[in-house]
């Protein structure tokens, strides 16, 4: 029998932005295995020396539609991808497209963005800012429009620390719309020299340039059937498609990559903190529920709406419970156990991490930590005649470290009545079908569950005997020389202190 989620999306034509990501490739793929949708169509832009059309050859062998062509063969068949660059005038979208967009389209997902901490201002402002204004001019085109979803960030209003399921436009240095136009007036080089003053206390152009695109649907979503979902920091799936599915090393993702590798032994994080995490598939099952609900409550404003009142736009902030919540400190033992039970077997050292909340001590402990060791190895790299890669990765993980210290030096705390609403609004079917209460999450369960999947998602290393009994070899043996090495420096500094304690007397 089919749910109420399942008969929303029964027969509808959707549109879905970003959908080449992570989290977009995940939904797409709950909408298409849950549900019985008529179209999909797809933003994807071609990429250097390779095109739309290999693009989506590609993006169909992806092994998270494993499972869903098992049960549905010719499910990828509603998949319509529509050619086009977020960063382009018009979204880059031809007009024969647009006007089969502007027909057809009943649903609309924006989740396309670039979260690259480190992206120059006019290129947020072009992907995460401006190509929501865009979107909204689309979707008003829209002759069935139902429901549309802009997919922003918990930490979209990070210059506080407690973010409530509201708008906090007070917060910017200026508004979206005056941005906006400096980016189309000043050059490239110009705007981006204005990054700081732009910025204020935003600590990236992400963040910033996700609240401004916040700030775009504030004041001009109007009477569209618009919600906000803010997704906090997002993990492995837990359950759905499969355990630990991931499609790259991204953000903590690499983290935990350099630690399982043996390369990361230090972090710059605050241990005391809440580790603000979600999985995977946890945010797909939200993002399909929040369109549900959002055309429900549109449908029943319209009434009210003629007679020249519009229903109130909802953001759903989405993290942990506060009654189920994890330290940073915790994240890192249940992680390493789970390594530690499965161990990859190309790991380069034993795997190990401190962990400092003090910048200054940081760059002293990546001497020690990161660079000499790197060092070292890349030497024997160059004598065996191969391109030397260590320190430079080093250097790549520690910015990647200094620019997630921002959001892991304390904590945040999100109102999630909005979202434990919605929950509460769903039918049983529907809470089983499409789960992301965080209440409930069992997070040993969820560590042990996942890491066999990330081990095969980042380092292709099935879950077999073979591959474990080989992992624990080389980890016994990277233990034992680690232990070594442990203790030849403590005898050295042992010494020295003897050493200095004499010349002292």
């Given at each position: 029998m089919e749910t109420e989620v399942q008969r929303f999306y029964k027969g509808k034509t959707l549109f879905v932005t970003g959908g080449?990501?992570?989290?977009?490739?995940?939904?797409?793929?709950?909408?298409?295995?849950?549900?019985?949708?008529?179209?999909?169509?797809?933003?994807?832009?071609?990429?250097?020396?390779?095109?739309?059309?290999?693009?989506?050859?590609?993006?169909m062998n992806q092994p998270i539609f494993e499972s869903l062509l098992k049960t549905k063969p010719k499910a990828l068949q509603l998949m319509k991808p529509i050619a086009g660059d977020c960063i382009e005038p018009d979204l880059g979208i031809s007009d024969s497209d647009r006007k089969l967009l502007e027909k057809e389209v009943q649903i609309v997902i924006h989740g396309a963005a670039t979260v690259r901490f480190t992206e120059p201002l006019h290129i947020a402002l072009a992907i995460n800012t401006r190509a929501t204004r865009l979107m909204l001019q689309l979707a008003r085109k829209m002759h069935?429009?139902?429901?549309?979803?802009?997919?922003?960030?918990?930490?979209?209003?990070?210059?506080i620390d407690n973010i409530g399921e509201e708008f906090y436009p007070h917060h910017l240095t200026c508004s979206a719309d005056k941005v906006l136009h400096l980016r189309e007036t000043l050059s490239a080089e110009l705007l981006d020299k204005m990054t700081p003053a732009l910025l204020g206390k935003y600590?990236?152009?992400?963040?910033?340039?996700?609240?401004?695109?916040?700030?775009?649907?504030?004041?001009?979503?109007?009477?569209?059937?618009?919600?906000?979902?803010?997704?906090?920091?997002?993990?492995?799936?837990?359950?759905?498609?499969?355990?630990?599915?991931i499609d790259n090393p991204f953000g903590l993702i690499a983290l935990v990559y350099g630690i399982a590798y043996g390369v990361l032994h230090l972090l710059l994080a605050n241990m005391k903190a809440q580790a603000i995490l979600l999985p995977g598939d946890y945010c797909a099952n939200l993002a399909v529920v929040s369109a549900w609900e959002t055309a429900k409550k549109a449908a029943r404003a319209r009434p009210s709406a003629m007679k020249g009142s519009?229903?109130?736009?909802?953001?759903?902030?989405?993290?942990?419970?506060?009654?189920?919540?994890?330290?940073?400190?915790?994240f890192r033992s249940k992680a390493m156990q789970a390594g530690n039970l499965e161990p990859i077997s190309n790991m380069i050292w034993y795997p190990f991490v401190h962990a400092t909340n003090c910048p200054w001590l940081f760059r002293l402990g990546c001497i020690f930590y990161h660079y000499?060791?790197?060092?070292?190895?890349?030497?024997?790299?160059?004598?065996?005649?191969?391109?030397?890669?260590?320190?430079?990765?080093?250097r790549k993980a520690h910015e990647n470290l200094k620019a997630l210290h921002f959001f892991n030096k304390k904590t945040f705390w999100f109102s999630t009545d909005n979202t434990e609403a919605l929950?509460?609004?769903?039918?049983?079917?529907?809470?089983?079908?499409?789960?992301?209460?965080m209440k409930s999450l069992d997070w040993d369960d969820y560590f042990q569950t996942i890491w066999s999947g990330m081990r095969l998602c980042l380092f292709k290393e099935p879950p077999t005997q073979a591959f474990l009994a080989e992992g624990k070899r080389i980890q016994f043996r990277y233990y034992v020389l680690h232990s070594m090495c442990q203790l030849l420096i403590v005898s050295a500094v042992a010494y020295v202190i003897w050493l200095l304690f004499n010349i002292w007397q």
């Open positions: 080449t990501g992570f989290l977009g490739k995940v939904i797409i793929e709950k909408i298409l295995r849950a549900t019985d949708p008529k179209h999909i169509y797809f933003l994807v832009r071609s990429k250097k020396n390779e095109d739309v059309n290999a693009r989506v050859a590609k993006w069935h429009l139902e429901a549309f979803v802009q997919i922003s960030t918990a930490y979209s209003n990070c210059v600590p990236n152009t992400y963040s910033y340039t996700k609240a401004l695109a916040e700030q775009v649907i504030q004041e001009e979503a109007g009477d569209l059937p618009v919600c906000i979902f803010r997704p906090a920091i997002i993990f492995a799936n837990y359950k759905e498609p499969s355990s630990g599915w519009n229903s109130k736009l909802t953001i759903y902030n989405f993290a942990p419970s506060r009654t189920n919540s994890l330290l940073w400190n915790e000499v060791p790197g060092f070292l190895y890349d030497i024997v790299l160059r004598l065996r005649g191969e391109k030397p890669r260590l320190v430079h990765t080093y929950w509460e609004h769903m039918s049983p079917e529907d809470r089983q079908g499409f789960n992301f209460d």
